[in-house]
């Protein structure tokens, strides 16, 4: 159980362009979900904490209008780098928790984004 | 105060040897200790986890010591087999559902 997935697994795309993420629990609702940053053999930086039906909230630093983070539901999450560049290119990684007496997060798979 | 101090940065064990990661802190509101291994190219994956009222948690050849007075707490692999090779991170959280903070993460590579 605790499975989360992350679609897609990776993604290129042109500087400007905007590129979404997906995020899923599949095999239990996620009242919180987190969205981290990972560089190469760096630790992951959280961006931000989303509940779902509620807006966002980010990190110092992390611009919320370029990584927009919308949790429509209990199983789904995104995260839409927008006029992406180059440096945006990054390891990202989602997490959820299914809340209530629940310490645990679980991480899906990841998602590789090359902006070129 | 929100920092969790991992080490070492690298670690190399021979197979069948002990591997030892240790982790403090600071924030002393911290009640959630979980550990997780991460593989190249993959999302950390949650190994062991302990609260601050035991002083030990074993699961199979991971153990978590946890030592509340001294704000440190370490994973130890026993047994280490090369499969173990990957990168473990050390987090601590406050409460439910809450925002995880991050050690740097330590490099293990088990040889032959």
């Known amino acids: 159980g605790a499975v989360v997935s992350q679609h897609p697994s990776w993604v290129i795309c042109k500087s400007g362009t905007s590129v979404k993420i997906e995020c899923r629990s599949l095999?239990?609702?996620?009242?919180?979900m987190f969205w981290y940053r990972q560089f190469p053999k760096q630790s992951l930086m959280l961006m931000a904490t989303?509940?779902?039906?509620?807006?966002?909230?980010?990190e110092q630093g992390v611009e919320k209008d370029k990584f927009l983070i919308n949790h429509a539901s209990l199983t789904l999450s995104t995260l839409t780098v927008t006029s992406a560049h180059p440096e945006d290119s990054s390891f990202y990684i989602c997490?959820?928790?299914?809340?209530?007496?629940?310490?645990?997060?679980?991480f899906g798979p990841g998602t590789r984004l090359t902006v070129t | 105060q929100q920092q969790v101090k991992q080490s070492p940065q690298s670690l190399i064990v021979q197979k069948g040897g002990i591997s030892i990661i240790n982790c403090a802190y600071e924030?002393?509101?911290?009640?959630?200790f979980p550990w997780y291994q991460q593989f190249p190219g993959k999302g950390p994956a949650l190994l062991i986890a302990?609260?601050?009222?035991?002083s030990e948690k074993k699961e199979g050849r991971f153990t978590i010591s946890f030592n509340k007075s001294a704000k440190q707490f370490s994973l130890h692999i026993m047994d280490s087999q090369p499969g173990d090779s990957a990168t473990y991170f050390c987090?601590?959280?406050?409460?439910?559902?809450?925002?995880?903070?991050f050690g740097t993460g330590t490099r293990l590579q088990v040889t032959l």
């Open positions: 997490s959820a928790s299914s809340g209530g007496e629940s310490y645990e997060q679980y």
């Open positions: 095999d239990f609702q996620a009242t919180t």
């Open positions: 989303s509940n779902e039906g509620s807006k966002a909230t980010y």
């Open positions: 924030n002393t509101a911290f009640d959630y």
């Open positions: 302990i609260r601050p009222d035991v």
């Open positions: 987090a601590a959280s406050r409460r439910t559902a809450s925002k995880l903070t």
